[in-house]
Nanobody, 120 residues
């Protein structure tokens, strides 16, 4: 129904930038735009719970966890069926596996995750 594939992770030095991409596919998109769903980027660091980092609603409003406000930007490209997370001024504490998430018809969909590692 919905498949999500993340890309763009990697190893960068503190202060650097990365842009994560989440591309959606599946039969549902023959009928619906990605705009009918809320989207989120989550991250999970070793030994920690998964946390919501950024979200974009169907209406386009965005929300961020306090620790990334002013540094991360979530956006979407409807024709490309993609959601992005631009991450600037990266810090070692941003190191985690980042996951794309959406929900449709009461079902949660997750990507496989992409590793982001920030060296000090």
């Amino acid at each position: 129904q919905v498949q999500l594939v993340e890309s763009g992770g990697g190893l960068v030095q503190a202060g650097g930038s990365l842009r994560l991409s989440c591309t959606a596919s599946g039969s549902i998109f023959s009928f619906f735009s990605i705009n009918v769903m809320d989207w989120g980027w989550y991250r999970q660091a070793p030994g920690k719970q998964r946390e919501l980092v950024a979200a974009i609603s169907t209406g386009g409003s965005t929300n961020y966890v306090d620790s990334v406000k002013g540094r991360f930007t979530i956006s979407r490209d409807t024709p490309k069926k993609s959601v992005y997370l631009q991450m600037n001024s990266l810090k070692p504490e941003d190191t985690a596996v980042y996951y794309c998430h959406t929900r449709h018809s009461g079902r949660d969909y997750w990507g496989q995750g992409t590793q982001v590692t920030i060296s000090s």
